[in-house]
């Protein structure tokens, strides 16, 4: 007969590390993703979309700025912290540094919705790279959620 405790606390590595992967990969991406949108504004450069015809209307909208700043410059700055936290918990295995990122992941979320409202009801275009990114920033939050609760559990991580 099998004792039910044990098996429940049975490690599932290969989702844990598939969770840490991603959480790697995805904010990596928004980083990138971010970035490029901050340089082309620092350059005066249109944003060009390929798929969509709304970037440059967005990306020059008056909601593309707070106080002067690109609102994808925080957006990088978000994205690269939680990489680095990642990246931080992948080296020294300490797992507070796992639930930073998983705590700070509502914000780019939240931000993600608010400029996505903004793009549909307000400027009436839509932007490929913004999309992009909130759809990294969401990937982000559903691992981080992810993560938490595994951690609630005292389940493994990696």
């Excluded at 793009?119 to 913004?130: D, E, G, N, R």
Aim: aromatic letters at 14%; glycine letters at 6%; a positive charge.
């Amino acid at each position: 007969m099998m004792n039910l405790k044990t098996s429940s606390n049975k490690p599932s590595t290969p989702i844990s590390k598939w969770l840490i992967g991603a959480l790697t990969l995805v904010s990596f991406a928004g980083f990138l993703d971010a970035v490029y949108l901050t340089t082309k504004h620092y350059l005066g450069s249109p944003v060009v979309c390929s798929i969509l015809e709304g970037c440059e209307v967005v990306t020059t909208s008056q909601y593309a700025t707070w106080f002067g700043i690109p609102v994808a410059l925080p957006g990088a700055i978000y994205y690269l912290l939680i990489f680095l936290l990642t990246v931080a918990y992948l080296d020294a295995k300490k797992e507070r540094f796992l639930r930073l990122a998983a705590y700070l992941s509502p914000i780019g979320f939240l931000a993600s919705l608010w400029f996505l409202y903004l793009q549909l009801f307000v400027i009436k275009a839509l932007c490929l790279y913004c999309l992009i990114s909130a759809l990294t920033s969401t990937l982000v939050f559903v691992i981080g959620v992810i993560l938490l609760v595994r951690l609630k559990k005292n389940l493994p991580i990696s």
